[in-house]
Each structure stands twice: as structure tokens, then as C-alpha cells.
């Protein structure tokens, strides 16, 4: 029975595997710091094979650069030994609900995350820190003080002293940040479907960054907008020299060639203010408004849409420079009395009717602009604090609205969508989710990720009983499902406001399941059993589940089988036991089920010739589940 790895996938190996197929001579064997063997490129062969010329050293190229990238690109790809432990006391609706909640760094939520949600997620928002100037911002491997900075990225010497002028903030911050945030897109972009788009708001400070970074990331082609959030209507005393009003949101594409077009539903006082038109298509297609069938002089100058258009008096209607129609679509759309002439003499020209639907009923959308206002940060404060008795728990959360526009035009007609965001904050992203999806009758599952930061000393949060970010943001999301409850919801939608509590922590599995040359002789006698003592069933499952890709929000069943605890995934997509003692009358109810994945622990059986019996019953019964044990 083979065993279950029960880390996270080294992607290193798997590059370089997929290097191997493409150019077996660029791939070597060499021996890590533990003396194994493992595959390995030849840089220097592989550098030669895409070259046309002979390579004699490094070349320059457009790139972006800064101390610490290859450290990021290494920790990006390097397994992880964690895991996630189910929190159900602090979950809504665990068993039945699609949406999580994962508390912890989100560097490793990513990481555990990468197997079952490859290629699934529609949309990602994340609102990262801004980097604006305070000694590291994110609490996680890559923080590092200003001499070690200097040191490692050659700007000064062992003594100390600088070798060149560098400000913190044109420095040390910038590559800091940049390291961070790197990482974590490089794996982000894995989890993003073929149509999927990625969200991120920034603001002056690490705009320019940010985009070289997904260029890099994503690659240039797949940029789609940066838009303008208009974030405020006023400004303070503070400003020196100009009042910031603004903020970015960049967007990004898998794979632009993939993405359909966007469209916003129509704004209802639009539609009361322009279309007023009402004709025979009325009860199809709805009212219409005139736009100008000539086409404007930024429209390039297109010969085969110079002609006359003879009416059916015989009159003829020129254009004054040309149509935006071709003449075959103008002469249809006169005959199904949807153009129509407007002025007299020579200012005689044509108007086509722009109805509110298409032929099938369907509402015209509009595309969204890249400016973004009425929606401000004032709003995102009241949004956060209408579920707290009016109290500012923290400062500067996202609008509601804000987000939920870029849901609307960027998930289109995707069936049950995913929509991820981890650096979750306050919970904005969750509760815009249920926002629209009540209204709109959308099933729309969420992935909200947030460390558990500390809430300030004294501050507002703190004395309303809140100690984490992760804690305000759980009990945010709580109240804003009871609150969306009890308006009007569409009823198309699945009322999920619901969510499982993740927690990353160390693996279940002990050091002998990792390290076990690591061991001395006399510590094994403790070491038998690979998984630690306070681990429940239902934290192996989890891991299980992680390790075999399965998504993380399936329905789980938990019964008792033969005096054991046996639980089953979405019906018979895996059935697991983790108790000792397993009888074969057990193993065979299990494989008479003929489940597609069985999972056993390692202990379940008192003996090898147990262990082996269970798999004869397994190839007698169901020869297709794979078997493993942990």
C-alpha cells in the first residue's frame, strides 16, 4: 500500500521534469546538501540551446530586478510539511457550505491550496499592504533589517559602511516588498481558470512595481486596465503640495485570448433618462435611443463605407465623411424599420434605433470605465461598521461596491464561480459575494485568506473584544450572512452564508514521517506511530484531501462502521478510516462500496500480513480505487 506524501507538491521537480521533455541534454543529475540525487538543469547548456550565437557569459535584458527575486522564485517553488486543521466551532454551516475561510499566512495557503484549486479560480481581488514606509509590512520569511539588506544586495561591507547612496524607502523597502508579493503571485496565477482575472489594488507608491511585476508574472499581453478608484470627495491639511484622491486597482488576464468581452447590466437611470423610444419590438426587445449612424473623424477613414443610401422615395442620403454600418446591414436595418432619417436637406442624415435588448431579450450591457467614482472609502467604513453598532474596527476597508462591480463584469455567464482573495482583511470580498449572489440569483463560492495579525493595543478592536484581523473579519462575514438573510434574495440562489474555518498549522505527521535518518536509536521506540498524538480524524482528512487535490469544500459524511470512525467524501469520491484495530469484515464494507480513493492510517493494521490482506480484498472487490495509507 503505497503512502501518501502529505506536503505540498515540489514544483522545482516538476519544472524541471517538464525542461527534461523539451530539452533532455540541459538536464543533469546532481546531489543536494543531504546527498541526494536529484534532477537538476545545466544552466549554462540550457542558456547555450535557445541561443543563436555562443553564449560567453550574462547578457542584458529588459527585466525587473531587485535583491532577493531568486530567493522569492525559490521559496515560490520549495514544499511546505503544513497542513490545514478544520475549526467547525467557529464555522457556519461546515458540512453543507462551498465557501472557506483560511486563517494564517497566505504564502502557505497558497501552497496548500495549489492541488485542488489548479486552474479553478474565476477571480481574484486582493487588497495587499501599500508598503508606505514602515519597517516590514507582512509577517513572513523575507523580513530583514537594514544592515542585512545592505549587506546581502552588495551596497555595503562587512564593516557597514554604505557603498552607495540609498534611501530605505528607494531600497530596502522596495525589494522587501517586491519579494513578497512576487511569491505569492507566481503561485496565484496557477490557481486562476483559462478566463480567469486577477485584481489588485495599490497605490502610488508600488504601482509602477506592481504592473513590471505581473508583466513578468502574467506577461505584458495579458494586461487588460488599471483602473482609477476615485476614493475620496475631500482631502485634509495633511497634503503638501496636491489632495490624493485616488488609488489603482490593477487587471490582469490568465490569458487574454481566453477572456470574453465584459459587460455591466445597464443603469436603470440611464435607461428612464435615454431610452424612451418604444415601437413594435417593444415587448422583445424594449425601448431604443437614437445614436448617429455616421461615423465620427476618430473612426479611420474606410472607403467601402462612403456610399449613398437611397431611401424608398427615391430620396439619397450622403454621408458627410462616412457610415459606421456597412451598405448591405443600412439597407436591412431600413427595411426592418430600424434606422431612420432625421433633418432636412443637406443636413439630412441617418439614425439607427440602439434597443435596450437583443432579439432574444437579452439586456445590452455597457462596458466598464476605467475611472472609477461615487464609490469611496467612507463607504467601505460604513459598510464594516453597520455590523458593529457603528464602531470603526478598522481603518480603510474596501467598499462593498467597489468590489462587487469587478465580480459582475468578470466571472460573465461562469457556472458557480470561485472567487479568491488572501489578504482578506475585514472581509469585504466575502460579503460582496453574498451581495450580489442574493441579488442576482449567482451561486458564487469564496476563498477569504488573512493572517491572524494582532489587533492594535487600546484600539477600538481591541476593546470590543477582537484580538486578531482574523477574528474581526470571521465575525464580519457571520453577521453579513444573518444580515443578507433577512432582506429580499433572489430565489435563484442557494442562501450559502456559510463558511469552513482553515487553520495552516505544522503537519500531522511527526518528524519519523519526515526525517527519520534525523532520529537516534533510542528515541524510536516513541516513534511508531507517524502522526501526532493530538490530531483528530478529521484533521488526517483535510490533509488527505490537500495531498489528493480534492477540493476543500466537498460534502463530508461521518458514520460508525464495525465500532469505527469512517468518513466519506462527496458520496464515494474517497472513503477514509484513521482508527486502529481495522477487521477485514470492515475493509471489505469499505471496498463492497467501491469507492474511487480509500485512505487507511498506517497503524489501522496490527500486522503486515494484515496490511497485505486488506489489499487482496481491495483488488477482489474493487480493483479500480487506488488505496493509500498516511
Known amino acids: 500500500m503505497d503512502k501518501m506524501k502529505m506536503h505540498s507538491p515540489d514544483l522545482s521537480q516538476e519544472n524541471i521534469t517538464k525542461i527534461r521533455a523539451l530539452f533532455p541534454d540541459c538536464v543533469t543529475e546532481a546531489a543536494d546538501e543531504q546527498g541526494n540525487i536529484r534532477l537538476a538543469v545545466d544552466f549554462d547548456q540550457l542558456r547555450q540551446t535557445l541561443s543563436d550565437h555562443i553564449v560567453e557569459g550574462p547578457q542584458e535584458r529588459y527585466r525587473l530586478d531587485w535583491p532577493g527575486k531568486r530567493e522569492a522564485l525559490l521559496t515560490a517553488n520549495a514544499p511546505i510539511a503544513k497542513t490545514l486543521r478544520p475549526c467547525r466551532e467557529e464555522s457556519v454551516d461546515f ?5 472557506l475561510f483560511i486563517e494564517g499566512d497566505n504564502l502557505d495557503a497558497l501552497k496548500l491550496l495549489q492541488e485542488s484549486y489548479l486552474g479553478k479560480v474565476k477571480m481574484i481581488y486582493i487588497d495587499p499592504p501599500y508598503n508606505t514606509g514602515n519597517d516590514f509590512i507582512y509577517d513572513d520569511d523575507f523580513s530583514e533589517n537594514s544592515d542585512t539588506f545592505l549587506l546581502r544586495s552588495n551596497q555595503s561591507d562587512e564593516q557597514g559602511g554604505r557603498l552607495v547612496a540609498n534611501t530605505d524607502s528607494n531600497g530596502r523597502f522596495h525589494s522587501d516588498w517586491l519579494t513578497m508579493i512576487y511569491a505569492r503571485l507566481k503561485i496565484a496565477k496557477k490557481l486562476l481558470s483559462d478566463q480567469g482575472v486577477i485584481f489588485i489594488s495599490i497605490d502610488d507608491g508600488e504601482v509602477h512595481n506592481t504592473r513590471a511585476i505581473c508583466n513578468e508574472v502574467f506577461g505584458t499581453e495579458n494586461f487588460v486596465e488599471c483602473f482609477v478608484w476615485k476614493k475620496s470627495y475631500g482631502g485634509g491639511p495633511k497634503e503638501k503640495y496636491a489632495v490624493t484622491q485616488h488609488e489603482y486597482v490593477l487587471m490582469f488576464a490568465k490569458d487574454i485570448s481566453s477572456l470574453p ?45 462612403v456610399y449613398d443610401v437611397i431611401l424608398n422615395d427615391g430620396e439619397v442620403v450622403k454621408p458627410k465623411r462616412q457610415w459606421l454600418w456597412s451598405k448591405e446591414r443600412v439597407l436591412t436595418a431600413l427595411a426592418n424599420d430600424e434606422v431612420i432619417v432625421s433633418g432636412s436637406g443637406s443636413d439630412k442624415t441617418l439614425n439607427y434605433k440602439q434597443y435596450l435588448r437583443d432579439e432574444n431579450g437579452v439586456e445590452r450591457g ?39 462591480n469587478f465580480i459582475t463584469f468578470s466571472i460573465g455567464d461562469t457556472d458557480n464561480p470561485i472567487i479568491l482573495d488572501f489578504f482578506a482583511g475585514s472581509g469585504t470580498t466575502a460579503e460582496a459575494c453574498w451581495a450580489m449572489a442574493s441579488a442576482l440569483g449567482r451561486n458564487i463560492r469564496w476563498i477569504s485568506v488573512q493572517i491572524p495579525d494582532g489587533c492594535e493595543a487600546g484600539s477600538t478592536a481591541e476593546k470590543a473584544g477582537f484580538s486578531t484581523i482574523a477574528e474581526i473579519s470571521k465575525e464580519r462575514i457571520r453577521r453579513a450572512g444573518n444580515k443578507v438573510l433577512e432582506g429580499e434574495c433572489h430565489e435563484g440562489w442557494n442562501r450559502d452564508v456559510g463558511f469552513r474555518v482553515l487553520k495552516i498549522d505544522s503537519s500531522n505527521m511527526t518528524n519519523v514521517f519526515y526525517r527519520p535518518d534525523e532520529l537516534r536509536q533510542d528515541e524510536l521506540f516513541g516513534q511508531v506511530d507517524s502522526v501526532k498524538p493530538d490530531r483528530t480524524g478529521e484533521d488526517l482528512l483535510f490533509q488527505v484531501l490537500i495531498d489528493w487535490g480534492v477540493e476543500l469544500t466537498l460534502p463530508i459524511n461521518r ?26 469484515e470492515l475493509v471489505k464494507e469499505i471496498a463492497a462500496r467501491a469507492p474511487l480513493r480509500a485512505v487507511f492510517r498506517d497503524t489501522s493494521f496490527a500486522r503486515d500480513a494484515d496490511r497485505i490482506n486488506a489489499e487482496q480484498l481491495f483488488r477482489q472487490l474493487s480493483p479500480g480505487t487506488e488505496l493509500k495509507a498516511i
Request: aromatic share 10%.
Open 261 to 305: 468581452p465584459f459587460s455591466l447590466p445597464y443603469d436603470p437611470k440611464k435607461v428612464e433618462r435615454y431610452y424612451k423610444g418604444r415601437d413594435s419590438k417593444y415587448s422583445v426587445r424594449g425601448p431604443y435611443r437614437l445614436k448617429p449612424l455616421e461615423a465620427t473623424k476618430s473612426m479611420d477613414a474606410r472607403p467601402n463605407l
Open 559 to 584: 458514520e460508525a462502521l464495525h465500532g469505527k470512525t469512517v468518513y466519506s467524501v462527496d458520496g464515494n469520491a474517497l472513503i477514509a478510516c484513521f482508527d486502529t484495530g481495522v477487521t477485514d
Open 95 to 99: 458540512d453543507t457550505t462551498q465557501n
Open 366 to 404: 455597457e462596458k466598464p470605465f476605467s475611472v472609477i467614482d461615487g464609490i469611496y472609502t467612507q463607504h467601505g467604513t460604513e459598510n464594516l461598521s453597520s455590523h458593529f453598532s457603528g464602531k470603526v474596527l478598522l481603518q480603510f476597508p474596501k467598499p462593498i461596491d467597489l468590489i462587487r
